[in-house]
């Protein structure tokens, strides 16, 4: 059995994530605003990865974002990345040695985006995969 890469997003993030060490903020599509003007959580989206080793990860997913909800409010999706092990960044995969059976290990750093900006998501999604997989 081989873990699941999967690109995670969500509307919020728990509190303890939410730190200069933990959160990159794109600047594509907030381009031409007031620096002044602050931007709003509503305007934000934050992308990372989990990693699923299980025979039904959709039934890890499901538990997953349960105990995302208790901990934020929000919307969440799951997009595969891979589940391909030749493909992921040998540090990446050394990190994922340690899954168990069942279990599920998330990135710990964010991308956050703006909501309304297709080119954000696909520059975050660009840099994802640039941090897991190998590159040719």
């Known amino acids: 059995m081989t873990p ?3 690109i995670f997003e969500a509307s919020s993030i728990p509190e303890e994530f939410n730190d200069d060490e933990s959160v990159i903020l794109l600047d594509r599509g907030f ?3 007031d620096d002044d003007s602050p931007i709003s959580i509503d305007e ?3 992308l ?3 990693a699923v080793l299980s025979r ?5 997913l499901d538990s997953f974002e349960k105990y995302w909800k208790e901990k934020c409010d929000g919307d969440i999706h799951f997009h595969v990345l891979t589940s391909d092990m030749n493909q992921i960044q040998e540090s990446r995969a050394n990190e994922l040695n ?3 059976e069942d279990g599920w290990s998330i990135k ?5 985006i703006c909501t309304e900006s297709d080119e954000a998501r696909n520059d975050a999604i660009n840099i994802i995969r640039e941090s897991e997989l190998k590159v040719h």
């Open 108 to 112: 710990a750093n964010f991308i956050a």
């Open 56 to 60: 039904t990860p959709e039934v890890v």
């Open 4 to 6: 699941i890469i999967y």
């Open 98 to 100: 340690g899954l168990t």
């Open 48 to 50: 990372t990865t989990i």
């Open 31 to 33: 381009e031409g605003r």
């Open 44 to 46: 934000v989206s934050f």
